[in-house]
């Protein structure tokens, strides 16, 4: 099993503020799928540290789309600059 890897302090205090602001019933889903595959995006980028365009790009990935004006409007709420990721 991988070494879990440490998380830009910033990015992970916005991710955690954007967490709480999911509805309940999907919150626990929405922090094991983006949690994981924001490790994924950055062991992809060959860094030990998960960044906030990780984060982004987990979110955009692994969140359905149906929630997408949702994740917008958090992304706005929380500081994620989420505009020029892809």
């Known amino acids: 099993m991988e070494e879990k890897l440490k998380w830009d302090a910033d990015a992970s205090q916005k991710y955690q503020t954007m967490i709480k602001k ?5 919150r ?3 922090k094991i799928v983006v ?3 924001a490790e994924i995006n950055a062991r ?7 960044e ?3 984060i982004v790009r987990a979110f955009q990935t692994e969140v359905p789309k149906a929630f997408y004006s949702l994740m917008v409007r958090l992304f706005d709420e929380v500081g994620f600059k989420y505009k020029d990721v892809k």
């Open 35 to 37: 949690d994981k595959k």
């Open 28 to 30: 626990e889903i929405a």
């Open 44 to 50: 992809e980028r060959e860094s030990d540290q998960v």
């Open 52 to 54: 906030e365009n990780d």
């Open 22 to 26: 999911i509805p309940l019933f999907h």
